[in-house]
């Protein structure tokens, strides 16, 4: 198994140094634990795409300490960035700008384009003040197409064959689902992925941005209709429909559900929150333990609501059952 350190001021210097030699390591952030590597070393970043099962042409996120750090890599500023920043910085928004000509275009899945964050998770800062501001490239730290990992323990078992890997503990992650996507180098701001920073918040300090339903596999790889999901196969429900859909389902099942008393032996039923924050906050830890019972097939109740905070729930969601 890969090894979790505890975070200690000799933990983060090591972590630091393999980065520095060209490895990747996984550290904890605020939204989902990353696997990282130096933006600027390539060798580090094809470690990133190979441990992850990655294809090269989907690109990373650079994590910056604040706004200075992302105009080291992009090209320009966009003027709307200040109030984004200055708002919503360190923080789950991820900006998609111009890619600067010394930004290894490996670290950008080939683009011309780069995303950047700053996260605010005090671990993933001691790293990159360790680093020196240096950037850090990282997508979620599971295998491509699988579940984001919110605690140490899911990137050990994602990477077990990985017996070098450090990663950095952080315990839970906070929020639990991936950054906002924003991408402002479109005629319009256009949300890639929904996240905790929500819509009706970016509309609020930019105006009209746009919000496509479904994804393009273009615009955004990681945003392909089968992404975040369980092993077993996965079937979302109407609200209230849990009876319904276990009548007709002879073998044992999991259900993610708000009212579990609706879930008679031999199925299984997995208390999920009623509110938004504390929902996403626990539902890839869910779907992961949902995924060890061995049961024929996963039912997730759909949420109340799909607005808000509710919105990058149930796109994860249909994610993990499309
Ligand atoms: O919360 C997060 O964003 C986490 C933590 C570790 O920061 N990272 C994360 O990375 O979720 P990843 O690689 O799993 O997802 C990055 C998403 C993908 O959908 C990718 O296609 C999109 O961002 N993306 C990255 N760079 C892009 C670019 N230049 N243009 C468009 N989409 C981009
Ligand atoms: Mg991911």
Redesign the pocket.
Known sequence: MPIILEPTDLSIQRAAEAMRAGQAVAFP?E??????ALTHDPRGIAEVYRMKW?PSN????A?VLDAHGAREIVEGWDPRCDELTSRLWPG?L?L?LP?RANVPVEA??G?A???V?S?SHPVARRLLQELGGESIS?????RSGHV?PTLASHVAEDFATELDLMILNGGRSEFG???T?L?LTTARPTL??P?TVTLESLRQILGDVDAPEVHEQG?????APRHYAPRTPAALIPINGIRAALALEPRPCAVLCFDPSHVPSPHTGITMPRDAHLYGSTLYDALRSADTLGCARILIEMPPSADGLWRAVVDRLRRATA
Do not use: F, K, M, Q
């Open positions: 952030t939204t989902v634990y990353g696997l990282g990655r989907n690109p990373l996120i994590h789950p991820t998609v890619r950008a899945g683009r384009t780069i995303a964050r996260p990282a997508p979620s730290a599971n984001s689902l991936e950054s996507v991408d890639l992925r996240g615009a955004s790889p990681g945003t």
